[in-house]
């Protein structure tokens, strides 16, 4: 069985849409945006200027994805990469599909030049907390805030 880390395509949309839904409704208990607004947000992102999907697939089945959004830091005079997703489905945690989702998003932000790739996840998530601390991620100093 080989798995494939690789760029979103075109015709993804639907195994794509299907696997962010599992992550936004059914991991994180969050409303579904709507079929309208994920389909916009993933052509988008198809364009690679806003930010880049990758997508695991396991003999031709979409299992995981991760998603980078791209900023700038003043401090560092250079864009950022900002992973926001990295989703893989409950049948196929804890093992390689994590791992190389996360890596294949880091050597990314390497070879296209950011300073860094910054991330934040659920103080409960102590799974995915594990696998950063295990992949050499360190633990940020910052405090994060949000507001509507």
């Not at 080989?2 to 015709?11: A, S, Y």
């Not at 994920?38 to 979409?62: P, R, S, T, Y």
């Not at 790739?117 to 102590?126: D, K, L, R």
Request: hydrophobic fraction near 40%.
């Amino acid at each position: 069985m080989t798995l494939n880390i690789r760029p979103t395509q075109p015709n993804d949309i639907l195994p794509l849409s299907a696997l962010m839904h599992e992550y936004v409704v059914g991991f994180y208990n969050n409303p579904w945006p709507g079929d309208q607004a994920i389909e916009l947000l993933f052509k988008n992102l198809l364009d690679q200027q806003i930010g880049v999907q990758f997508v695991a697939e396991q003999e031709g089945e979409l299992i995981g994805f991760a998603t980078l959004y791209f900023t700038y830091s003043t401090m560092k005079a250079n864009r950022v990469a900002i992973m926001n997703d990295l989703f893989v489905t409950e049948a196929w945690r804890e093992g390689e599909a994590e791992a190389r989702l996360f890596e294949h998003c880091q050597r990314y932000t390497r070879e296209h030049g950011c300073a860094y790739m910054s991330w934040i996840t659920a103080a409960t998530n102590e799974r995915a907390q594990q696998l950063f601390e295990r992949l050499g991620a360190a633990r940020g100093t910052w405090v994060n805030y949000s507001i509507t």
